[in-house]
């Protein structure tokens, strides 16, 4: 048993080190010195000894020094805290808020937005027990079992997102941890669907005090910005009329304006330039939903990969698949002929495929080892193992290969960005071998790399281990959207779509990184995009915007809203530590009275 199991404050009982100085001072001092007085001897027995026992005289010389002992145990004993378990009862109020803060909630009224008037509604609900669940997409618990005070702050720092909400997952958590008896409070416009309502009965099913608050003023008329989607280096946006009458706005990015006429609840597209390096498109006039009237649009400042295509016999596969991404930039080269300059200090992306090894020069490899020290990348496409040129390649080659292999099973593409959701078919041969460095992407099962890439120098490195000519996966739409991937990849650029998010989507990093977001930086490996705005690290930009139909849905539709009179209470059995200090107090107390006593009679006092 642990002196926690019995004392409150175990360290009292270092207070019994008072005894030691006490003992110490009774060893020390001098013996009485034994006088005789004539005048008693009479009371003497024959033998010089006294009449009383040598017991009871041995005790008589030491009560003293015992009373001092027992006052300082008991002193100590009171320091120490000791306590017994006792049962006890408590009355508690119990409410659990769920405050909406989702995009709707920032539709802009005469008192403020929507979600300011939720705050305020939600700090006159605040019961002595409260949790608060927010429901701004992750349905994260932001107080649970909070003082008043607690509350007060959370509240307070609270902040509507440009985000689509989750109301459903936000109401079926805080009846999760609500307790018996304890009331729900449902602060929300509850606009968009409609998915929250089972989350409600559920909640009343347990026997729980459910009310529902709406804030559903302003948000008439509302058009906004709806979706995007890119193509090359054009983005084309789709604007919605929630509104009941027709309306007319101007879409604009950069210095490119486009003008659309809506009937109620049209959907119009429009498709504009992106600028270099991005920017903010806007819808014109504005109204009382500012959150869809802008969208926001990352690029990279020059978008263009300049490639080289190094070959002797071109696949035509592979030049079609690169042409049809506008900003890819292919030019090829035969060995022997001389490398073309770059447009830069180097080319972006230089492909090695179906090349002669007789014929390759230090020059083309240059040319790879020049785009890995700009940060670009180098790819080389498997050939039969008579004519690749291994010794050439050298370290740029991740695989070591040994023979030729046929109709093997593939395994599980890896979850990385340039094989995710993609169907790789087997090849009817390949080149085996073992992976040297890097990570295998595609793997048959006796595991051959097919697909596998390494940071060499600050760039990229790729190997494709498909021959061109013994594999179907040529035929695959997939097949251009893989090279593309893997010239973005190899470039160190993302694809516009890939910089460009919907709000509430989570960014991931390989690892920690500094972003700075619209509400300040951070340092993080995923940050999730909860306001529109840009997310820059040191060398992307991204951008998130609200893209939602559901969410700029913002007339909602009147609910029925409930309220229960108040706060329900319920009478919690409970068990605590009951002290027992204040007997220890009252015998300190009598051994003190006792001790004056025994002074008094021995005529000390």
Same mark, same amino acid.
């Given at each position: ?13 270092? =207070?019994?080190?008072? =005894? ?21 001897? !009479? ?71 929507? !979600? ?72 929300? &416009? !509850?606009?968009? #669907? ?81 600028? +270099? ?9 504005? #109204? ?6 802008? =969208? ?5 400042? &020059? ?14 596969? %592979? ?6 991404? +506008?900003?890819? &930039? ?31 020069? +230090? ?8 785009? %890995? ?26 695989? #070591? ?32 071998? #073992? ?21 060499? &120098? ?50 991931? !990093? ?81 051994? =003190? ?13």
């Amino acid at each position: 048993m642990a002196l926690s199991d019995v004392f409150l404050s175990p360290l009292g009982l270092a =207070a019994l080190l008072a =005894a030691v100085p006490v003992i110490v001072l009774y060893l020390i001092r001098p013996d009485p010195r034994r006088v005789t007085l004539p005048t008693v001897r !009479f009371l003497s027995d024959s033998s010089g000894t006294s009449s009383s026992a040598p017991l009871l005289e041995r005790l008589k010389r030491n009560a003293l020094l015992a009373l001092q002992l027992l006052a300082i145990l008991l002193f100590a004993l009171a320091l120490a805290t000791p306590y017994v378990v006792a049962p006890q009862s408590e009355t508690v109020e119990e409410t659990v808020l769920v405050v909406d803060a989702s995009a709707s909630m920032t539709v802009e009224t005469t008192d403020g937005t929507r !979600f300011d008037q939720a705050v305020a509604a939600a700090r006159d609900a605040v019961t002595p027990t409260t949790s608060i669940v927010v429901a701004d997409g992750s349905a994260r618990i932001a107080l649970r079992g909070g003082t008043a005070s607690d509350a007060e702050t959370v509240l307070s720092s609270l902040q509507a997102t440009a985000a689509p909400g989750n109301l459903r997952a936000a109401v079926s958590r805080a009846t999760s941890i609500a307790g018996e008896s304890a009331r729900i409070v449902v602060l929300s &416009d !509850f606009a968009g #669907d409609d998915n929250w309502q089972p989350a409600i009965r559920a909640a009343r099913a347990r026997g729980l005090t459910v009310d529902l608050r709406q804030f559903a003023s302003g948000g008439a008329g509302n058009v906004g910005v709806v979706d995007q989607r890119f193509s090359g280096s054009e983005v084309t946006v789709s604007v919605q009329n929630f509104g009941s009458e027709s309306v007319d706005r101007e879409v604009s990015l950069g210095d490119e304006t486009a003008t659309v006429s809506l009937d109620s609840g049209d959907i119009r597209s429009v498709t504009l330039p992106v600028p +270099e390096g991005g920017g903010e498109l806007r819808l014109s006039p504005g #109204d009382s939903f500012p959150a869809d009237d802008r =969208a926001y649009v990352a690029a990279p400042a &020059d978008a263009s990969v300049n490639a080289l295509l190094v070959t002797n016999d071109e696949n035509r596969y %592979l030049t079609a698949a690169l042409s049809v991404v +506008e900003a890819v &930039d292919v030019t090829t080269v035969r060995p022997p002929d001389t490398v073309p300059s770059p447009p830069g200090e180097a080319y972006d992306v230089v492909l090695y495929s179906n090349v002669d090894a007789d014929a390759l020069g +230090e020059e083309h490899i240059t040319a790879g080892r020049d785009a %890995l020290s700009a940060g670009g990348g180098v790819g080389i496409q498997a050939q039969s193992l008579s004519s690749m040129p291994v010794e050439d390649y050298g370290d740029l080659l991740l695989v #070591d290969s040994t023979t030729m292999g046929s109709n093997p099973t593939l395994g599980t593409p890896a979850d990385a960005d340039l094989t995710r959701e993609f169907t790789f078919p087997p090849p009817e041969r390949y080149v085996r071998g #073992d992976l040297r460095t890097g990570q295998a992407l595609l793997t048959t099962t006796d595991g051959t790399p097919i697909v596998a890439t390494d940071s060499r &120098d600050g760039g990229q490195v790729l190997y494709y281990g498909y021959l061109e000519s013994a594999s179907s996966f040529k035929y695959d739409y997939e097949y251009p959207i893989f090279w593309k991937r893997a010239a973005y990849e190899l470039a160190g650029r993302e694809s516009l779509a890939e910089l460009n998010r919907e709000t509430g989507e989570r960014l991931r !990093f390989q690892n920690e990184t500094t972003v700075r977001t619209p509400t300040g930086e951070v340092t993080a490996s995923s940050v999730v995009t909860r306001q529109a705005g840009f997310y820059a690290t040191e060398d992307t930009r991204y951008s998130a915007s609200l893209l939602s139909p559901s969410e700029s849905d913002v007339a909602a539709a009147s609910v029925e809203q409930t309220a229960g009179g108040g706060p329900t209470s319920r009478t919690e059995e409970r068990t605590a530590p009951d002290p027992l200090t204040e007997y220890l107090a009252l015998g300190l107390i009598a051994v =003190a009275i006792g001790e004056i006593a025994f002074l008094r009679r021995r005529g000390d006092l």
